[in-house]
């Protein structure tokens, strides 16, 4: 039997390649509700990249809606999401503001400096305890928070073309409404 | 004309891979010599075809036949000459007909220096080489043909991307792919044993040269492919655990494991069945890697462009290569455990614990670069654990194999002696002890802890090695002191020493600045005066670049003249290429960044100690990899054996 082991093994890891086969073929992009949909946003206060003299708070964000990009200059699939926030950074309505996520600082500056900055602001989580309160599971994810620090949508993995315009956009558009 | 000749050349080919393995093996089974004798011919035959298919498609891009689609994607008119060949590998069509070259070479030498073993053995193992060279020529021809016309011809291609346009991808494709190619030919020897029964030990001596070479070659490969990132990906950082370079580095882990795990079964006859494993697991890694850079089941900043009908390929040729080997060896894998008593101190436990800690590495890696299929599969989504993760893991599952390495050659086989291993070892930790608190003063800047246990590590393992070397020097008679397998061991391990320098070093020591600079404009940067001239645009053969020049003083001397460049090439596309100032105890590295403002520059300034120490210690391994496989002693026995069993040698004749 135990030489049958690594037989069964090999055979879970096929499982998974299939698996992970069919499901690049069936979802372009994963979407998975989060408990924090419709929920408030949790309490954060990070310092800013670019001046860690300065720091946001949750409070601070208010009064408009803003998409929350969590990122890595380690993370290869940001990498693959980066063109994709420098093309539509501009054309989504909000402000884009990024959460440089257990990471080193100049590290991402480098990164940032190499590959160009969509951000209107980035905050640094470099132990990644907001990551934790906002239920990250690896980056990138994106949130986008309304006016009032409710969480109203969430992506998890890298924004695509293709998923911009058939959730992220209608869900942006949805706010405007929800609003008074 | 050409191209199709080309096609027709990889079909035939084909042909000549499946005779290569259908025949032989039934030979073999049957004992039918004739069938046996085929082996040798079809290889050869093989080997011409694919040399030629893969003569007509460098041809083409020589030639820029832009009626070839391949050649019209990935080079066009202004490409000079020497990036043509490169580019023959630069996309998947061409790399995998790389790889099928490659694999020919290898059947072709094990064929040609083979010819003293017994004929059934050789049959089995030119087999299954060819079984696997069927599975890819089937993989080109249906779904990658480099060949295919695209009519009419362009005018002008598209171009090979710029980050390829460089010496180092010249020879970093070959080199990483001869390794991993070359780990067929240990997983052929152990099949072939599994499938004749034949399970002593001396197929693990015929195959422990082969599975050295490549081994070396892999670790050159990745040595090439870790610079190459180092100098033209402009982030200064050497290894970023991207998954094509997890899908290189796990084939090299379990092939670490693999080359001792033979040495104990050829000397001992312990861990038979284990050396089949790793031998199966060595080469199934290189296929699983082959099938996760090119199917596109993971994002990748190298990932080839993909197709879901290429990765449904590869995962059943895998599925059927080494789910079939690993069913074979449920059912004939040595049932008694064998080889020679050892007791709890010994070197057979020492080797254990490096195989153990090396697979163990590799699953860990494994596990980690499947991590976003795995997040899909629980439905968390997809999300890269990245080197927060491995930076972790890792090196924890190292430091036991570093403490260790030094006590492998002074432990006797069998049953090692502590008192005086201990006795042998203690200037080594003296030595690393008093090398720490010296690197605590030197490097007092320093804010981690890095440099001091990167200074203690190496000179534990060099010094142990070293004082293994002088030990040998003076208990041995002159002529037999070093065997060179002895000789290839002592320098693959002074080069993790090198290697572990090199690493934590710089980890610790380096400095990194952006920094903003006007014309003529000083600043300092690591005690060095930086004075950044300007920036003028120059023409290179393809490109046009903006050339910053910034020189470096250290006082009143001129230390260098840097020129970095951001290229803008025919395609559109920008590379920014970085110019560095290199030397045995640090490296001076400026790269351009972007223009702020009317006339200022962000440049980009690292000084990085001892970095190219990374892989110096890969150099030494290389060398180290292949004096080993140049052993003698491999040879002598072989030619004892020769005269001991000429009815095999005739019957491969």
Redesign the interface.
């Known amino acids: 039997m135990s030489r049958l082991l690594p037989f069964i093994g090999f055979v879970l890891v096929v499982a998974l390649l299939i698996f992970g086969l069919r499901w690049n073929r069936t979802h372009d992009m994963n979407w998975v509700p989060s408990p924090l949909i419709d929920k408030p946003a949790p309490e954060f206060t990070l310092p800013l990249l670019y001046d860690s003299t300065k720091t946001v708070s949750r409070q601070d964000l208010l009064g408009q809606p803003y998409l929350l990009n969590v990122f890595g200059s380690w993370c290869v699939t940001c990498q693959d999401e980066h063109p994709v926030l420098m093309a539509h950074a501009k054309k989504f309505g909000v402000r884009l503001i990024g959460m440089d996520w257990k990471d080193d600082p100049d590290t991402a500056k480098r990164w940032l400096a190499q590959f160009g900055n969509p951000y209107d602001t980035i905050l640094v989580d470099a132990d990644g305890k907001a990551g934790i309160d906002f239920g990250v599971y690896g980056a990138p994810e994106t949130f986008l928070v309304d006016a009032q620090g409710v969480v109203r949508y969430k992506h998890i993995g890298n924004l695509t073309p293709e998923n911009i315009e058939r959730e992220l956009k209608p869900a942006i558009a949805q706010l405007g409404k929800v609003q008074p | 004309m050409l191209p199709e000749l080309g096609q027709f050349a990889l079909i035939l080919a084909l042909l000549l891979a499946f005779a290569q393995c259908a025949l032989p093996i039934y030979g073999a089974w049957r004992g039918n010599t004739a069938l046996i004798g085929l082996a040798r011919p079809a290889v050869a035959g093989q080997a011409v075809f694919v040399a030629l298919a893969f003569g007509i498609l460098t041809w083409a891009f020589l030639t820029q036949d832009f009626s070839v689609a391949y050649v019209a994607q990935n080079s066009n008119l202004s490409l000079p000459w020497y990036y043509r060949f490169p580019a023959v590998w630069g996309a998947h069509e061409g790399s995998l007909l790389l790889w099928i070259l490659i694999l020919n070479v290898w059947t072709v030498a094990v064929a040609a220096f083979s010819r003293h073993l017994p004929g059934a053995l050789m049959a089995r193992v030119l087999g299954v080489l060819g079984f696997i060279s069927c599975g890819f020529l089937l993989f080109t021809i249906l779904t990658s043909n480099p060949f295919l016309r695209h009519l009419p011809a362009l005018p002008d291609g598209n171009d090979l991307n710029p980050i390829l346009q460089d010496p180092g991808l010249i020879m970093h494709p070959p080199m990483l792919y001869t390794g991993y190619v070359g780990f067929s030919v240990a997983f052929a020897f152990a099949i072939a044993a599994l499938l004749g029964g034949q399970l002593d030990v001396a197929w693990v001596r015929w195959a422990r040269p082969w599975t050295n070479v490549a081994w070396a070659f892999l670790t050159l490969g990745i040595t090439l492919g870790s610079w190459w990132a180092y100098y033209v990906l ?2 200064g950082g050497w290894w ?4 094509v370079e997890n899908a290189s580095f796990m084939p090299w882990l379990v092939g670490t494991a693999l080359i001792h795990s033979q040495a104990v079964t050829e000397k001992r006859g312990s861990f038979r ?1 284990w050396t089949i ?1 790793l031998s ?2 060595a080469f ?1 890694l290189s296929l ?1 890697g082959t ?1 996760l850079v090119r ?7 190298h990932a080839f462009a993909s197709d ?1 009908r290429r ?2 390929f590869i ?1 059943v040729f ?2 059927i290569v ?2 079939g080997s ?2 074979l ?3 004939r ?1 040595p049932k008694v455990a064998g080889g020679k008593p050892f007791a709890l101190l010994s070197r057979e436990t020492l080797l254990l614990v490096n195989n153990l800690m090396f697979v163990c590495a590799a699953a860990m890696v ?1 596990l980690g670069t ?8 629980l ?10 993760y491995f930076g972790f893991v890792f090196p924890l599952l190292m430091l036991p194999v570093v403490l260790l390495i030094p006590f492998g050659p002074f432990f006797r086989w069998a049953s090692a002696d502590w008192s005086s291993t201990w006795r042998a070892l203690r200037p080594a930790l003296v030595l690393a002890l008093v090398a720490a608190v010296v690197a605590k003063l030197v490097f007092r800047h320093a804010a981690s802890w890095h440099a001091f246990i990167g200074v203690a590590a190496a000179f534990w393992v060099g010094a142990g090695i070293a004082l293994y070397a002088l030990k040998r020097w003076r208990e041995v008679p002159a002529g037999r002191r070093y065997t060179p397998e002895m000789l290839g061991m002592i320098l693959a391990h002074f080069g993790l020493a090198v290697f572990l320098a090199g690493v934590l070093i710089t980890q610790a020591t380096s400095v ?1 600045s ?1 920094l903003s600079f006007t014309p003529n404009q000083t600043q300092q940067v690591g005690g060095l005066d930086f004075r950044f001239v300007g920036v003028q645009r120059v023409q290179g053969p393809n490109y046009l670049a903006d050339q910053g020049t910034v020189e470096v003083r250290s006082g009143d001397r001129l230390v260098t003249t840097l020129h970095p460049e951001k290229r803008q090439y025919s395609g559109q596309q920008m590379q ?1 290429k970085s110019d560095i100032d290199g030397g045995v105890f640090r490296d001076l590295y400026v790269a351009l ?2 223009p702020l403002g009317d006339t200022a520059w ?1 440049v ?1 300034i690292y000084v990085k100690p001892f970095v190219r120490w990374i892989w110096f210690g890969g150099l030494f391994m290389l060398v180290g990899g292949l004096t080993a496989s140049a052993d003698r002693r491999f040879r002598a026995r072989r030619s004892a054996r020769d005269e001991a069993v000429p009815a095999a040698a005739t019957a491969t004749a």
């Open positions: 402009g982030w970023f655990w991207d998954p069945a494993l199966i697991f199934s699983l099938f199917s596109g089941v993971l994002t990748s900043v879901p990765g449904i995962l895998l599925g080494v789910g690993l069913l060896y449920a059912v894998a494994l499947l991590y976003p299929i795995i997040g899909d599969m439905g968390i989504g997809r999300v890269s654990v990245g080197p927060p990194e952006d920014s960044g972007e962000g980009r």
